[in-house]
């Protein structure tokens, strides 16, 4: 779940909590794509180890989330709070949640062309999502460096204060 290195703290998330329609065998297909394993054996563990903490990683990541949605905030605060959930639930770059739309809200998937790597994108759109742009009639306006230093403010307040590495399984 959590891994001290040094001074680092790393916590795990798994994707699925973020895209629920990914199934075991999606991803089991990805990491065969990505990983090459010396056996079936310990494309196994991999497997196993990533079932075995699925619900305890979920939860923890969740109620973070959950913690920071449900935050009463406004003004700079909230449109950094907001662009931030739209980050964690699209995965998208910050140039690229700046230009979701209103239009966007209603659909059951957004198709981008990210802005960076111009690959294509297609992403469920989580309820939360849908809120955020019609609340805002779109993205959040609100600046990246306002937007980090925000989220820096809201996350002491809300009593996140450990350096938290994430890594997406």
Same mark, same amino acid.
């Given at each position: 779940?959590?891994?001290?290195?040094?001074?680092?703290?790393?916590? !795990?998330?798994? +994707?699925?909590? #973020?895209?629920?329609?990914?199934? !075991?065998?999606?991803?089991?297909?990805? +990491?065969s794509c990505f990983l090459s394993f010396d056996s079936e054996e310990e494309r196994e563990k991999l497997l196993q180890y990533a079932s075995e903490h699925?619900?305890?990683? /979920?939860?923890?990541?969740?109620?973070?989330?959950n913690k920071l949605y449900e935050? $009463?905030?406004?003004?700079?605060?909230?449109?950094?709070?907001?662009? #931030?959930?739209? $980050?964690?639930? /699209?995965?998208? =770059?910050?140039?690229?949640?700046e230009t979701l739309t209103i239009e966007d809200?209603?659909?059951?998937y957004i198709d981008k062309i990210q802005q960076k790597t111009k690959s294509e994108v297609c992403i469920p759109v989580h309820p939360?999502? =849908?809120? +955020?742009l019609r609340k805002h009639h779109g993205a959040p306006k609100i600046s990246q460096a306002k937007t980090n230093l925000y989220i820096k403010s809201i996350c002491a307040q809300l009593g996140f204060d450990q350096d938290i590495e994430v890594q997406l399984l």
């Open positions: 779940l959590e891994q001290h290195v040094g001074s680092k703290h790393f916590l !795990r998330i798994d +994707i699925k909590d #973020f895209f629920p329609s990914i199934t !075991r065998e999606l991803i089991e297909q990805e +990491i699925d619900k305890t990683i /979920t939860e923890v990541v969740q109620e973070a989330v935050a $009463e905030l406004s003004g700079g605060l909230e449109l950094a709070r907001d662009m #931030f959930i739209l $980050e964690c639930y /699209t995965g998208l =770059r910050f140039s690229d949640c809200a209603e659909k059951e939360r999502v =849908r809120t +955020i």
